[in-house]
């Protein structure tokens, strides 16, 4: 015979477990205890070192004080050096921030719009925050601040732009541009350094040093960062350019003959305790083929034309003294510039910049000779002396996913795991309570 109490019980107990369900598969907690059971691969593990592994995760998350959650802040500056144009900062603050006291590394961003919580009908999210709450959780990284800088839409080129391409409509469709874009980037450094850096700090618990200042963008952002960091090199300490679309510097001529941002840093000294993190997919594009020529009079493509201009900037810096330990130059094969597929590789960023080590787990140093293509085919890969290319990674590119000879263990499965272990808690609570 049941008591009422005891029919309470199980009449709630499901809803209990729904929730924990729901909370496991969405939340940080949840995506990290699957992320600690994939690292794990059953041809070499036991299934009670596994066991150990999820209890010992589950635990250590459980234990974290969960009412610290992670906000974003937004606010409005004007940009002086640009006669007082506005722009919107949205501020990333880590879990911890409103209870300790301790200051933070600062990590600047452009594309701020979309790197935390998009607009309805944005194409892809590169999960800043999602990442830096999983890194947090684990206990992989303590808390990071990161400023999203947003754009303009009326200055969606110049800004990031320090000089001027008179040739843009060989590169970018006549209703996407203007036939000549560009000129405003070193303002806009200047913007970052003397207007909106001086705000953070004031508004936030930083560490302002440069070796706790980071800058970053992506494809037509990733130029200014490099820009930044040679201009203003007791600044910033980290730059991350990831997919750099170097060919809008081109001046003009056969294809990277005369490139404004190799020449500025073959004609600047160049900072040798910076960082600098470059990336690039060997699928990335931006339209159709631009009727751009290269020395011996080909056409190239614009697979080509990201691949060909990272290697160049890589090859530059190295060249420039910048020490190996410092550069990390990566392609990426089969991969293509997208928010979501950026998004993947942002974590092993973070961690190289902020966690002390020299270098993260599979980077490659930019003097290792680059093997041949099984294929032969190099016809979008011009490999210039001392760039290394990756194995191909399916984990990069969310849209070809590639099985495994040797698969992972189950998500669900682990998730099923923990829920176990907090099903049993939560029900030795309940059946003390009904005691």
């Excluded at 993190?277 to 751009?292: A, N």
Aim: hydrophobic fraction near 40%.
């Amino acid at each position: 015979m049941i008591n009422l109490k005891q029919k309470g019980i199980r009449i709630f107990t499901v809803p209990i477990l729904t929730f924990l369900v729901l909370f496991l598969s969405f939340s940080p907690l949840g995506q990290t205890v699957s992320a600690k059971a994939n690292a794990l691969q059953p041809s070499t593990v036991s299934q009670d070192k596994l066991a150990s592994e999820v209890n010992r995760t589950m635990l250590n998350i459980l234990a974290r004080d969960f009412s610290q959650q992670s906000r974003i802040e937004t606010f409005t500056i004007a940009i002086p050096q640009l006669g007082d144009r506005l722009r919107n900062i949205q501020v990333y603050l880590p879990p911890d921030y409103d209870s300790s006291e301790k200051s933070y590394p600062v990590f600047y961003l452009f594309d701020g719009a979309n790197l935390f919580n998009p607009l309805p009908g944005a194409v892809g999210d590169y999960a800043v925050d999602e990442t830096l709450d999983r890194l947090f959780i684990e206990d992989s990284l303590g808390g990071v601040i990161v400023v999203g800088i947003e754009h303009n839409n009326d200055s969606e080129w110049s800004e990031y732009m320090p000089w001027v391409n008179e040739n843009m409509y060989d590169w970018v469709k006549r209703n996407n541009s203007a036939s000549g874009e560009g000129g405003e980037g070193f303002v806009f450094t200047d913007f970052l350094v003397q207007t909106l850096k001086p705000e953070i700090d004031s508004r936030y618990r930083t560490l302002t040093d440069k070796e706790n200042t980071a800058i970053g963008g992506f494809c037509r952002m990733g130029l200014l960062p490099v820009v930044a960091a040679i201009k203003y090199p007791d600044t910033f300490g980290h730059v991350m350019a990831m997919s750099p679309a170097v060919w809008m510097a081109e001046e003009g001529g056969y294809w990277l003959s005369n490139n404004n941002l190799i020449n500025f840093i073959n004609t600047n000294s160049l900072p040798e305790n910076v960082k600098f993190y470059i990336d690039i997919g060997t699928e990335e594009s931006s339209g159709s083929r631009p009727p751009v020529k290269d020395q011996n009079g080909d056409r190239i493509t614009y697979p080509r034309a990201y691949v060909e201009g990272a290697q160049a900037l890589a090859f530059a810096l190295k060249n420039g003294g910048v020490p190996d330990k410092n550069l990390i130059f990566q392609i990426f094969d089969g991969v293509s510039g997208k928010r979501d597929v950026w998004a993947q590789r942002l974590d092993n960023v973070f961690l190289w910049f902020f966690d002390g080590v020299e270098a993260y787990s599979g980077s490659t140093p930019v003097e290792t000779v680059v093997p041949e293509s099984p294929e032969g085919d190099q016809e979008n890969q011009v490999f210039l002396p001392g760039i290394q290319q990756n194995a191909p990674s399916d984990e990069l590119n969310n849209e070809t996913p590639v099985e495994t000879t040797s698969p992972r263990i189950s998500s669900k499965l682990v998730i099923g795991a923990g829920l176990v272990l907090v099903s049993f808690a939560g029900g030795y609570w309940l059946l003390k309570k009904a005691r």
